[in-house]
């Protein structure tokens, strides 16, 4: 699967007139996957494939049975509500399914008559969580982004002396992670005491922040005991979407030592419906790199396959004034996934290497993806210093972090010269009152 193939075909178009057009999100050489039901049947959750503004529904299409071999087998798996058994195959499965998927919905292909039928605007569609998340981990892969917030709080020192020798991650709540469009109450908890020897104050969370990721969904898994290789690694990635996992910074501060994050990041995350596939992203993978002046990554993490991908994200910012006004919601920021300073193998490797078993439709968080500029920062934290700098918002407000009815949204893309834009969909969810 780590090879260009057809269905990378930059020249490759779709019967479907609208995935044809050079905004969209979803040409023919994306095919993301998702867990959808009409709004006529919101119950009704099945597996679908996005091309243009449209979304193919698989479980009808697979009681069809077009398909043979490899494909019919993969096809087969998309019978069910999430993408868990589907993402329980191989890589041979997945392509083969990709490959059947990217012939039908091409111009002139001999299918179009039968998927024409199957299809619904996604617009009509509701959406559920892609897969059933057993489990779920966050790391913290951006140097950047640990380097400003480390400065922070140790100016002279920002960088623990681990963080260039080991990707570090920590297990986070996998039942509060919901989809796009979903809203969350402000969570509460404790703070740090307001005076040295007075109680911590208990309360509504007065410092809430949004985390730019993006969230990896793990395929077929390893068993127990037995590590992935990093030269495997890549074998085991699904697919990619992305990830808010928002963070209460005034109750983090407080209890986090000893142990790391508890209450203030397991209230909620949010993750994008559309999960795109590895195999859709080949076109933008690049060569990882690690400046010569920095501890090179120990044996078990070092492969001359592994690679980094080059996709851009960005966040957007919408409040009660703004839409009550009707104004589009304001940009803040943007990053790119290949500034982060360890690459997936080296996560699903590092992962395993104590006998950690993974299994389809684990989630693997990047941890929050800042750029090394001005401009790129992947959280409010950074964007206001800690909340010492208001952000001024076009509309007039300003906000130092995120207020009750906020909507954080992001995008993320795949861009290069003469290769159809491949997008991410949206990720959004708005803050309610406590």
Request: proline share 7%.
């Amino acid at each position: 699967m780590n090879q260009l193939n057809a269905t990378h075909d930059p020249a490759l178009k779709s019967w479907v007139v609208s995935a044809n057009q050079p905004d969209t999100d979803f040409p023919i050489q994306n095919l993301p996957y998702a867990v959808f039901a009409s709004k006529d049947a919101a119950h009704d959750f099945r597996v679908g494939v996005g091309i243009g503004d449209q979304i193919l529904d698989l479980r009808a299409l697979a009681s069809l049975a077009p398909f043979k071999g490899e494909a019919a087998q993969a096809l087969s798996a998309c019978k069910y509500n999430n993408l868990n058994a589907l993402m329980a195959l191989n890589t041979s499965l997945w392509s083969a399914l990709r490959s059947e998927l990217s012939q039908s919905l091409a111009r002139g292909s001999s299918r179009k008559e039968l998927l024409q039928q199957l299809l619904l605007p996604q617009s009509d569609a509701i959406y559920g969580l892609p897969a059933q998340i057993g489990d779920y981990t966050d790391f913290y892969i951006s140097l950047h982004h640990a380097s400003a917030v480390g400065k922070q709080f140790r100016p002279d020192n920002p960088l623990l002396p681990n963080y260039k020798w080991v990707p570090i991650g920590y297990h986070g709540r996998a039942s509060s992670i919901n989809v796009s469009g979903h809203s969350f109450t402000r969570p509460m908890g404790q703070m740090r005491p307001e005076a040295e020897g007075a109680e911590p104050r208990v309360g509504p969370c007065e410092r809430l922040d949004y985390e730019l990721e993006l969230g990896i969904f793990i395929g077929n898994g390893n068993p127990q005991g037995r590590r992935i290789p990093i030269e495997d690694a890549e074998s085991h990635i699904f697919g990619l979407c992305l990830l808010n996992d928002w963070s209460a910074r005034d109750i983090q501060a407080w209890e986090y030592q000893p142990l790391g994050p508890f209450l203030a990041k397991n209230f909620a995350s949010t993750i994008s419906p559309w999960v795109i596939s590895y195999e859709a992203l080949l076109p933008f993978r690049i060569p990882y790199e690690r400046s010569p002046s920095d501890p090179q990554p120990l044996p078990y993490l070092s492969s001359e396959t592994a690679s980094a991908l080059d996709i851009k994200l960005e966040v957007w910012l919408s409040t009660e004034q703004s839409r009550a006004r009707g104004l589009e919601p304001a940009y803040l920021a943007s990053s790119n996934f290949k500034d982060a300073y360890w690459n997936i193998a080296q996560l699903i490797s590092h992962h395993t290497i104590n006998g950690c078993n993974l299994r389809a439709g684990d989630l693997l968080g990047t941890g929050t993806l800042s750029g090394p500029e001005s401009g790129q920062e992947g959280s409010l934290l950074e964007m206001t210093k800690g909340g010492n700098q208001a952000l001024h918002l076009p509309w007039g407000e300003e906000r130092r972090f995120l207020e009750d009815g906020d909507e954080v949204i992001f995008k993320a893309s795949c861009q290069k010269d003469h290769y159809p834009r491949i997008g991410f969909g949206k990720c959004r969810a708005t803050v309610m009152p406590t």
